[in-house]
Nanobody, 119 residues
Framework: QVQLTESGGGSVQPGASLRLSCEAFGRPVSLVAMGWFRQAPGKDRELVASLRWANGDTYYADSVKGRFTISRPRAKTTVYLQMDSLKPEDTATYYC????????????WGQGTQVTVSS
């Protein structure tokens, strides 16, 4: 069984930075992609950023382009989300997700980590 574990959330002021980490534990997993989603109270969950495992292609939601960076270290099933110039509207629970080969979509999810941006 594969388990995703996130870390790095917290409460910060506008303009600050945070880095979220997500590591996959358990059986070796073959991936199509890993991504970060977020969900604010009363809003739908949205894909913030994703990274395709085979070629490193990335995707960013328009709302975070130029401020967030998704990356992965070599030889580890880990993905980071560097969040700079945070805004109050970035406040949400952030979830790491994995799209495994053979699945139609993201099929493994972390427990979520809270990010709060306020002055």
């Amino acid at each position: 069984q594969v388990q995703l574990t996130e870390s790095g959330g917290g409460s910060v002021q506008p303009g600050a930075s945070l880095r979220l980490s997500c590591e996959a534990f358990g059986r070796p997993v073959s991936l199509v992609a890993m991504g970060w989603f977020r969900q604010a109270p009363g809003k739908d969950r949205e894909l913030v950023a994703s990274l395709r495992w085979a070629n490193g292609d990335t995707y960013y939601a328009d709302s975070v382009k130029g401020r967030f960076t998704i990356s992965r270290p070599r030889a580890k099933t880990t993905v980071y989300l560097q969040m700079d110039s945070l805004k109050p509207e970035d406040t949400a629970t952030y979830y790491c997700a994995a799209h495994r080969i053979g699945a139609n979509a993201y099929d493994k999810w972390g427990q979520g980590t809270q990010v709060t941006v306020s002055s």
